[in-house]
């Protein structure tokens, strides 16, 4: 049988809680952890797996291994009894317990040593100070240590779950471009092709850039939690331990315990608006004349959780309960607004005239809905209440909304069925017209300094917000002017 020299710690640490295993159990790829770790792994895993390995276990529920929780036992009774003898260690040199440590020298010494002239005008401390200095600083590193990898292991987290929600938005993304293909006739049949392939080459490398990420963060992980094992292992060693690698540790450079927090990763979305957005226009300009064009493409990652966008990206309405997937509640990003049930356009505005028209006739009663423009830098999450403006409609009122003013009411005969919106960035204009009743209803002026979003909020769950398409007529008279 191995003598107790020849383990080391590690043979018994669990890979979950990086402590001496409590009550062990041998997973059949041979790697071992504590019952309780593993259970309490498994509960949050959708298969049982090894945590190391990752291999597929086939038992339901662990068994101890009394043989590796006897030689747990050993391994901690013999490094109490060596660490119980510690203090009766001898100088070398005069044979006297070695008592103090030397400052200058970095090493112990007994009371002879410290009026040797070796010593003469070194400085002195207890040895049990010297090491609680010393453990009280790799403590204050590893709490900052082991937060850092809290972190790395939450980012981590999300990565694989972006990973998770750009499979779906391939295939959403893919079944829409089919969609949208199909009612084009057989010569279309190569550029639908081309546009899947496209879906999948994108889906492809933005997959492959949040893997790469995500193995950086588990590189990183990997890293913090062999410097958390190391100091761990060193704030348990015994003394002679200690003091021989103290010179080492406290010459080690500070930046060997610190790293960066780990930032969220930014637009790792497939651009659903440069497949979907206009696509049949975009497919073939032979199709422009019987084809619709809309002058205003929504950007699904800027959709609150709770908003459901239309398969052309131009209409939104809210998710009805049953659509309200616990999945949304657990996925965020930067760009989505976290608190107003908004959605921005995919495209700003910051020159020249631009107009849009809203189709809002199916929402009267008790619904509201919003329209209007925002400012590309204003915060997505929280109250927003500057670089806004937009028209309200709210228990049959309508409304004239900037920012943090006191609102405009709109006195009204009529309810509103289609509204035009007509953005004159230039002249610092905002204006919209009922287009049915050929009516101004409120302009707005300001002096615009950056780019401009066009936006819209709906609170009803069975009709859709949404802007009209504009003919191809109209489009030429557009770009004409």
Not at 246 to 259: A, E, F, I
Not at 300 to 329: C, F, S, W, Y
Request: net charge neutral; with cysteine; glycine share 4%.
């Amino acid at each position: 049988m191995a003598s107790n020299s020849d383990f080391q710690e590690e043979d018994f640490v669990c890979p979950i809680c990086y402590n001496i295993f409590k009550d062990p159990v041998v997973l059949p790829c041979s790697h071992s952890g504590c019952k309780t770790c593993i259970e309490d792994y498994w509960k949050h895993k959708d298969r049982q797996e090894c945590p190391v390995c990752r291999k597929r276990s086939s038992m339901s529920l662990p068994t101890v291994s009394l043989t590796l929780k006897r030689l747990c036992e050993v391994f901690q009774q013999a490094k109490s009894n060596r660490d119980a003898h510690v203090s009766k260690k001898l100088c070398g040199q005069h044979k006297e317990k070695l008592k103090l440590f030397c400052l200058e020298d970095e090493k112990p010494v007994c009371l002879v040593c410290c009026y040797s002239s070796k010593h003469t005008g070194h400085t002195f401390r207890r040895i049990k100070e010297v090491v609680e200095d010393c453990k009280l600083s790799v403590e204050a590193d590893l709490v900052i240590l082991k937060e850092k990898l809290r972190l790395y292991n939450e980012t981590k987290q999300k990565c694989d779950q972006s990973v998770k929600y750009i499979e779906m938005q391939g295939k959403v993304t893919k079944d829409q471009v089919n969609s949208h293909i199909d009612v084009l006739n057989q010569i279309l049949e190569n550029e639908m092709s081309k546009r899947i392939k496209a879906v999948r080459k994108e889906e492809k490398q933005v997959t492959k850039m949040v893997q790469k990420e995500t193995e950086s963060f588990r590189q990183y992980c990997v890293i913090m939690e062999c410097k958390i094992s190391e100091g761990e292992y060193f704030l348990e060693a015994d003394i002679d331990a200690l003091l021989l690698g103290y010179k080492d540790l406290r010459n080690k450079p500070r930046t060997q315990w610190s790293y960066p927090d780990p930032q969220p990763i930014s637009g790792a979305f497939i651009d659903m608006v440069k497949h979907l957005g206009n696509l049949q226009v975009g497919v073939t300009q032979n199709m422009l004349r019987s084809r619709s064009y809309y002058p205003v493409i929504l950007d699904p990652h800027t959709a609150h959780r709770d908003v459901l966008l239309n398969e052309t990206l131009t209409g939104i309405r809210m998710k009805k309960k049953k659509e309200r997937k616990a999945q949304d509640r657990h996925y965020d990003n930067p760009e989505r607004f976290n608190l107003h049930p908004w959605v921005l356009a995919s495209e700003g505005f910051d020159s020249g005239q631009n107009s849009w028209v809203v189709e809002v006739q199916d929402i009267h009663n008790c619904c509201s809905w919003t329209i209007g423009v925002l400012e590309g830098s204003v915060s997505r999450h929280g109250v927003i209440d500057k670089g806004v403006w937009s028209l309200v409609h709210q228990e049959d009122v309508y409304t004239a909304h900037s920012g943090s003013e006191e609102p405009v009411t709109l006195t009204l005969e009529k309810f509103l069925i289609n509204v035009k919106v007509t953005l004159d960035w230039d002249k610092g204009c905002l204006t919209f017209f009922d287009t049915v009743n050929d009516l101004h209803l409120h302009t707005f002026t300001h002096n615009f300094t950056e780019k401009v979003f066009p936006y819209l909020s709906n609170n009803c769950s069975k009709h859709m917000l949404a802007i009209l398409p504009v003919k191809s007529q109209e489009l030429e008279i557009m770009n004409k002017n």
